[in-house]
């Protein structure tokens, strides 16, 4: 009885280290109060949803955006580098960043329905307390996010 006791113990405190970020993402993020946010595309600057998203992270955090200039491959770079936290832009199912970085739920669609266009954040892969704080916030403000828990709920209830 006294060593389930401990364990228990030992396993409730490690929770807490649980989700980790190896190179200390969130860590720094919460000491320097900021993070730094490029775009893939410089045309989703003036997607509601962007703004939205910086927004609820921010208010998550407590800490504010700094924007850093890029466009295209260089701000996914940056991102596996350590140098960038956070990248947004319009992004195919057949990204070939699928593999290299985390992306966040979709915060919006465009394009065809056989080539959709999902507007998201990508993360540093591995940084899962980071990617889970980045996740929440966009699923906080994503529609379809809200639409599919809504559908989610409804089949519950049958």
């Known amino acids: 009885m006294k060593r389930a ?3 228990v113990i030992a396993l409730l405190a490690a929770c807490d280290m649980l989700p980790r970020d190896p190179a200390g993402t969130s860590k720094r993020i919460t000491e320097e109060r900021t993070f730094t946010v490029a775009l893939a595309d410089p045309t989703v600057h003036e997607a509601s949803q962007v703004q939205t998203l910086i927004h609820e992270i921010e208010r998550r ?11 295209g491959e260089a701000p996914f770079q940056q991102l596996d ?16 960043w699928a593999m ?7 915060l919006s669609t465009t394009g065809t ?9 990508a993360m540093r892969n591995g940084e899962n307390r980071w990617i889970m704080t980045v996740e929440r916030a966009s699923r906080a403000i994503s529609q379809e996010a809200r639409d599919a828990s809504g559908i989610r709920d409804s089949l519950i209830r049958l």
């Open 100 to 106: 290299e970085v985390a992306f966040g739920p979709p």
């Open 61 to 71: 955090t407590s800490a504010k955006a700094q924007w850093r200039p890029g466009a």
């Open 113 to 121: 329905k056989e080539a959709p266009l999902e507007l998201k954040a």
């Open 81 to 96: 580098d350590g140098k960038l936290d956070l990248v947004i832009g319009r992004f195919t199912a057949e990204s070939p």
């Open 5 to 7: 006791i401990i364990a």
